[in-house]
């Protein structure tokens, strides 16, 4: 089959910026709904949901209500026990997949072809990512909120105070938006999904607590130890605890394990996520694929 070369007189228009990234979101939008994991994983974060919610009248005398940390939990996936969020371990392989799945078969030169340069792949993954993370959050929280109104009318117990869990969303649904870019960027750095995949669950859980107590024997560095990024989204996530009683307020902020106001935590998280970024992105405009 030959094709017809353009005419001398043909003007070729210029794709802006712009539009080439709208088309790289569109081609990765298209890419993860295909894939059935994407639909299985966000079943299993729907099902954990409902779950949560219906658990919400556990432990309840008739007529009591829940707290309202009792559903900011819920919400959150017991985010601050178990230092991250279920939901973000739950979408690590859709987190990492994009970048990692590319770079590990050697696709990655076809997508750069594709999406018009190396800049704008990954941006659209970043993009991509970042609102899938938050939709799931908001998504998440609206199915905790439904089955706990559900569960709670039926079993005739009150209702939490719900404008008070407004805080720990917002701040939930802010972690779950710079996870999937963090993740992103993790695996453009270290090249290897497996190991992307055990700094992401390590650090976090284990190695940050041991950063900070070395830190803590650091003269001049000891105040770094409650300000480290993991530590500084839990705190973002934490917001509202200050209306706790004292000995859950001690617990919460001992697993939080960040000195840090909500505010100032969320700015670090995202300021930490930012950074992350742009290294990603050097090293995936930078590198070649294998």
Not at 269 to 288: E, H, L, M, P, Q
Request: net charge positive.
């Amino acid at each position: 089959m030959t094709q017809t070369a353009p005419s001398r007189g043909a003007v070729l228009t210029p794709t802006t910026r712009g539009k080439a990234l709208r088309r790289a979101v569109r081609y990765e939008w298209r890419h993860l709904a295909a894939l059935r994991s994407t639909w299985i994983l966000l079943g299993v974060v729907a099902a954990l949901s409902l779950v949560a919610g219906l658990t919400a009248p556990l432990g309840l005398k008739a007529g009591e209500a829940p707290s309202f940390w009792t559903l900011v939990t819920a919400f959150q996936m017991d985010a601050v026990s178990m230092q991250l969020p279920l939901s973000a371990l739950v979408l690590l392989p859709v987190a990492t997949g994009p970048v990692a799945t590319e770079l590990a078969r050697g696709t990655a030169r076809t997508t750069w072809l594709t999406l018009a340069d190396r800049r704008t792949a990954f941006a659209a993954k970043l993009v991509v990512g970042s609102s899938l993370g938050a939709l799931t959050a908001m998504g998440g929280a609206a199915l905790v909120g439904l089955s706990a109104t559900t569960a709670l009318t039926v079993t005739g117990n009150g209702h939490p105070d719900w404008p008070r869990t407004l805080p720990g969303f917002f701040g939930y649904t802010l972690f779950m938006t710079c996870w999937p870019v963090i993740a992103a960027s993790v695996v453009a750095l270290v090249r290897s999904r497996v190991a992307a995949a055990l700094l992401l669950l390590l650090w976090p859980l284990l190695g940050e607590r041991v950063t900070g107590i070395l830190l803590g024997f650091v003269p001049g560095l000891d105040a770094l130890a409650g300000r480290l990024p993991f530590g500084a989204g839990r705190a973002a996530m934490a917001s509202g605890t200050g209306a706790l009683p004292e000995t859950d307020r001690a617990l919460v902020e001992a697993f939080v394990g960040s000195d840090l106001s909500a505010g100032t935590g969320a700015a670090v998280f995202t300021g930490f996520t930012v950074v992350i970024a742009a290294f990603g992105a050097w090293s995936y405009i930078r590198k070649d694929a294998r």
